[in-house]
């Protein structure tokens, strides 16, 4: 008679879940309904959860060269910086970090180049060894440089949903293959220019890295600069910058029609036409207005000066490393800097800015407008309204932040507006040249800098689409009125 007593006792208790389980499930719900409903909002959930990881492992004594913790708000700016590829910096990057330190910013910068979606996707795949329907339109929200679009997408521009499995093994061989190459590579320049063959086993895959993901992080106390002399190490690392910043998407393409250019995704030809573009006239900019600086290039021969004129331009579109004080450029290749730095690079790359297919897209309109052409039309396509719309939501999104941004650092630092906007811009297009303000900011404007950080990384396009989830169609049209414009 006492059996089924216990008995039902037992199955009593088991019918009453323990609280912590109840509430981690609904924490894991909640998770998996986010990432399902919202991939771009379940992107910005999963940065800063990363950011807050590693703000902790920065804080951690071990990680400080000296044995210290490091203050709040560099550790938070280190994390920032490292998880959205940024480079910018309130403290000394080689001396302030132990070698565990430098690890832990290696492989957060590996992180946030590959993209917290698709590294989510690629580890899925291993795991499973295929990718559901889900996983895959998860992955196609963060490879698919045209993410937001609402309507139909032609499959020219885009990434078929079919071949989001061979799109992330591409990021994933292309990433390993591109930095193991490019560290080969650097490694002999490096020896060349005097570093020890031991230290330069750690220091060629750490540039490598820096190069490919378009951060810009050195671990030596010269930088860069180690290297001015070395046009191998620079031309390499220039190569570097350009394979990151032109995207997983274009190098997708490139592996499969690399000789059949006709067969290029329109998206292909523009990146690669337009970062081409940017670069030799960036190039060629900084040559004729820094030529007779005796600060930057003024002292240097005919060919250090092209070169360091080149090397600046590419670094410009996102590379952040830089041999030349970006303090001592004349007031007009710092303009022109900012330009190049907030263009950025290609679409779901490791370059940040408004993207050059943006800025080809919009230049395009306009020229489309200019010939009296109803349609923009480029290598006989023709690109929808609806990509122009975005293409410019995302430069006005984009200025916002940047004005924004500027504006408040100015008030409370009340430093010269040209090296307040120089970094911001900076910042916002994760580049990580400086003119010297960010490592002199006090802790308020360093939290005001890391959300431009953040949110020029998420990207504005993928911000723009998490906010426009909620919006509803509209079933109805209003009556027309033209105001006047211009």
């Not at 899925?124 to 295929?130: A, D, F, Q, Y």
């Not at 350009?242 to 250019?261: K, Y």
């Not at 290039?297 to 590379?319: E, H, K, P, V, W």
């Amino acid at each position: 008679s006492e059996t089924p007593g216990r008995v039902g006792m037992s199955e009593g208790v088991r019918a009453t879940p323990h609280p912590l389980r109840t509430l981690g499930h609904r924490l894991f719900e909640l998770f998996r309904t986010v990432a399902q409903n919202s991939p771009s909002r379940f992107a910005i959930f999963v940065f800063v959860g990363l950011i807050l990881i590693f703000t902790g492992l920065f804080s951690l004594p071990i990680a400080s060269a000296t044995g210290e913790v490091t203050a709040f708000a560099d550790a938070l700016f280190t994390a920032v910086s490292t998880i959205c590829v940024t480079g910018l910096s309130t403290v000394n990057m080689a001396t302030q970090w132990s070698p565990f330190g430098h690890v832990v910013i290696f492989i957060g910068v590996q992180i946030g180049a590959m993209g917290v979606l698709t590294l989510a996707s690629i580890l899925g795949l291993v795991i499973s060894r295929r990718l559901g329907l889900r996983a895959k339109l998860l992955a196609a929200g963060d490879t698919n440089p045209l993410r937001s679009h609402g309507g139909p997408v032609n499959e020219s521009q885009t990434v078929r949903l079919g071949e989001i499995g061979s799109l992330l093994r591409v990021v994933a061989l292309s990433t390993l293959v591109i930095e193991l190459v490019v560290a080969i590579l650097l490694y002999p320049g490096m020896l060349a220019s005097g570093i020890e063959w031991n230290v330069a086993l750690w220091e060629a895959p750490f540039y490598a890295a820096m190069a490919f993901t378009n951060t810009g992080f050195t671990p030596n106390v010269e930088g860069v600069g180690a290297f001015a002399d070395n046009y191998w190490v620079l031309t390499v690392l220039m190569g570097g910058v350009f394979l990151g910043s032109i995207g997983f998407p274009v190098i997708f393409a490139l592996r499969r029609e690399l000789w059949h250019i006709r067969r290029w995704p329109l998206h292909t030809k523009l990146t690669l036409i337009t970062t081409t573009t940017l670069f030799f006239l960036g190039g060629f900019v900084f040559l004729g207005l820094e030529f007779n600086n005796p600060a930057t290039l003024g002292s240097l021969d005919a060919a250090d000066t092209t070169m360091q004129s080149f090397f600046l331009s590419a670094m410009t579109r996102s590379g952040g490393f830089a041999v030349l004080d970006m303090s001592e450029l004349n007031g007009s290749s710092q303009i022109v800097a900012m330009m190049l730095m907030f263009v950025g690079g290609g679409s779901a790359s490791t370059a940040g800015g408004i993207k050059v297919t943006t800025l080809a897209v919009i230049a395009l309109a306009v020229w489309s407008e200019a010939k009296g052409r109803s349609s923009t039309q480029v290598f006989r396509r023709r690109i929808p309204s609806d990509v122009l719309r975005v293409a410019l939501s995302v430069l006005a999104w984009g200025s916002t932040i940047v004005a924004l941004s500027t504006v408040i650092i100015l008030q409370i630092t009340k430093a010269d507006v040209a090296s307040v906007l120089f970094d911001v811009i900076s910042g916002f297009a994760t580049v990580g040249l400086s003119t010297g303000l960010t490592e002199q900011l006090p802790d308020s404007a360093k939290y005001v800098l890391a959300v431009t950080i953040v949110m020029g990384r998420v990207g504005t396009v993928t911000l723009a689409a998490a906010v426009a989830a909620t919006s509803r169609s509209q079933l109805y049209s209003l009556p027309v009125e033209r105001p006047i414009v211009g």
